[in-house]
């Protein structure tokens, strides 16, 4: 019983969208049931109490829901640190299609915030508390809905691919083409193509790649994989844009907007990415299917 502490009561409710984030925060506690969300059951110890309300917390519908029925602000964990150098923002929004998002932390004391949580002067608040955030990073037009109002709160700098600039047409840094940039010292992006016409990736320090929803860990099939029945754009030139890539790629951490989180050995990461490559260009388009996506 760990500590002695146990908690009843938690319950998923009607809304919904089995978009995977409680899963990811709490496993064992949250899984998939008929294409939803449910508590498998109640939490044993603080430890489990901290990591349902970190699912509930992070849920865009607000769907995760305590005993006493309504979140309060105590035991929210976020911003979350991953290590010491990436927090985990939580607080997903409903407007991004419930989309994960972080905050990059800088050696000069500054911060990078990829793609965004939901908007409220409060959670702006909390991530400016870890250091000036200069630099808002969207990684396509499905996360772009909360970039400018953050970027104007913290005065930073917007990015966004050409292919995507209509869901940020005022944005203040445009990236073109498909050869990688350098924004900052130690961060590049890399245009990827594929998910959609304008999708980045960003490469922070050889240590932490910020996917967007080019690729992701899966823990169904235990390997990093594509979204391959959500492109809205091409399959083709997501593979394209991979074989275009992989070989520039070296990290520990995928950090992803949809699906699964994992930090692996970046000699192994190098051999799945390849693998996945591979596996890519045998893929062909298919209609868009999101009950199809392997979490």
Same mark, same amino acid.
């Given at each position: 019983m760990g500590d002695g502490v146990f908690e009843g009561g938690w319950w998923v409710d009607e809304r919904c969208t089995n978009c995977d984030i409680a899963r990811q925060l709490?496993?064992?506690?949250?899984? /998939?049931?008929?294409?939803? *969300?449910?508590v498998l059951r109640q939490p044993r110890g603080r430890s489990e109490v901290r990591q349902l309300n970190a699912a509930a917390h992070a849920c865009p519908t607000r769907s995760i829901r305590p005993p006493s029925g309504r979140l309060g602000a105590a035991p929210d964990p976020f911003p979350m640190a991953l290590d010491d150098t990436v927090h985990l923002c939580g607080h997903n929004s409903p407007h991004t299609a419930g989309a994960n998002s972080y905050l990059l932390r800088r050696p000069d004391g500054t911060a990078m915030m990829v793609d965004t949580p939901r908007w409220s002067t409060s959670l702006a $608040?909390?991530?400016? +508390?870890?250091?000036?955030?200069? @630099?808002?990073?969207?990684?396509?037009?499905?996360?772009?809905?909360?970039?400018?109002r953050y970027a104007?709160?913290?005065?930073?700098?917007?990015?966004?691919? /050409?292919?995507?600039?209509? $869901?940020?047409? @005022?944005a203040d840094q445009v990236l073109r083409g498909t050869d990688p940039t350098e924004i900052a010292e130690g961060v590049t992006a890399f245009p990827l193509p594929g998910h959609t016409r304008g999708s980045v990736l960003y490469l922070a320090d050889e240590r932490y790649?910020?996917?967007?929803?080019?690729?992701?860990? *899966?823990?169904?099939? +235990? @390997?990093?994989?594509?979204?391959?029945?959500?492109?809205?754009?091409?399959?083709?030139?997501?593979?394209?844009?991979? +074989?275009?890539?992989?070989?520039?790629?070296?990290? /520990?951490?995928?950090?992803?907007?949809?699906? @699964?989180?994992?930090?692996?050995?970046?000699?192994?990461?190098?051999?799945?990415?390849?693998?996945?490559?591979a596996r890519?260009?045998?893929l062909r388009p298919r209609p868009v299917d999101f009950t199809a996506v392997r979490w």
């Amino acid at each position: 019983m760990g500590d002695g502490v146990f908690e009843g009561g938690w319950w998923v409710d009607e809304r919904c969208t089995n978009c995977d984030i409680a899963r990811q925060l709490a496993p064992g506690l949250i899984g /998939e049931v008929d294409g939803r *969300s449910v508590v498998l059951r109640q939490p044993r110890g603080r430890s489990e109490v901290r990591q349902l309300n970190a699912a509930a917390h992070a849920c865009p519908t607000r769907s995760i829901r305590p005993p006493s029925g309504r979140l309060g602000a105590a035991p929210d964990p976020f911003p979350m640190a991953l290590d010491d150098t990436v927090h985990l923002c939580g607080h997903n929004s409903p407007h991004t299609a419930g989309a994960n998002s972080y905050l990059l932390r800088r050696p000069d004391g500054t911060a990078m915030m990829v793609d965004t949580p939901r908007w409220s002067t409060s959670l702006a $608040a909390r991530h400016e +508390a870890l250091g000036p955030v200069t @630099d808002v990073l969207l990684t396509h037009r499905d996360h772009a809905a909360h970039g400018r109002r953050y970027a104007d709160h913290f005065g930073a700098r917007l990015w966004i691919h /050409e292919g995507d600039l209509d $869901a940020a047409p @005022d944005a203040d840094q445009v990236l073109r083409g498909t050869d990688p940039t350098e924004i900052a010292e130690g961060v590049t992006a890399f245009p990827l193509p594929g998910h959609t016409r304008g999708s980045v990736l960003y490469l922070a320090d050889e240590r932490y790649c910020f996917s967007g929803d080019s690729f992701y860990w *899966s823990r169904t099939t +235990a @390997d990093i994989e594509v979204v391959e029945s959500v492109t809205w754009y091409s399959i083709e030139e997501l593979a394209a844009s991979l +074989a275009r890539t992989v070989d520039r790629l070296r990290f /520990e951490w995928l950090l992803p907007g949809h699906g @699964d989180r994992r930090r692996l050995p970046p000699d192994d990461m190098a051999q799945r990415l390849h693998r996945l490559t591979a596996r890519t260009r045998q893929l062909r388009p298919r209609p868009v299917d999101f009950t199809a996506v392997r979490w």
